[in-house]
């Protein structure tokens, strides 16, 4: 499977921007897309994601729960990510992300197997 990111920019403080990952390649395989990101000088965390594993569910970070929001669009293999009420702290490179999951854990989730686009960078400052 293979992933390629768009849309990503700068943006001023409570500004939006919407992401779009396009995927190809054995599609089947996989249940889950959704996005990850990784801030200057931290770990890469969980964004949001969609998901046909266990009766289905589109999940979010509390960090972005009620401004971002994910969708798919099966037809075209893609999966977007509109980010609203942008703030400093998203800044970031986010990475589309494709997986088979397999369950929830306490600490995140767990992947039969996964992959990964390049990233795209956001950038949130006046």
């Known amino acids: 499977v293979q992933l390629v990111e768009s849309g990503g920019g700068l943006v001023q403080p409570g500004g939006s921007l919407r992401l779009s990952c396009a995927a190809s390649g054995l599609i089947s395989s996989i249940n889950t897309m959704g996005w990850y990101r990784q801030a200057p000088g931290k770990e890469r965390e969980w964004v949001a994601h969609?998901?046909?594993?266990?009766?289905?569910?589109?999940d979010y970070a509390d960090s972005v729960k009620g401004r971002f929001t994910i969708s798919r669009d099966n037809a075209e293999n893609t999966v977007h990510l509109q980010m609203n009420s942008l703030e400093p702290e998203d800044t970031g490179v986010y990475y589309c992300?494709?997986?088979?999951?397999?369950?929830?854990?306490?600490?995140?989730?767990?992947?039969?197997?996964?992959?990964w686009g390049k990233g795209t960078q956001v950038t949130v400052s006046s």
């Open positions: 992300h494709a997986a088979r999951l397999l369950d929830s854990r306490a600490d995140g989730w767990e992947y039969e197997y996964d992959y």
């Open positions: 969609t998901t046909s594993a266990n009766r289905g569910s589109t």
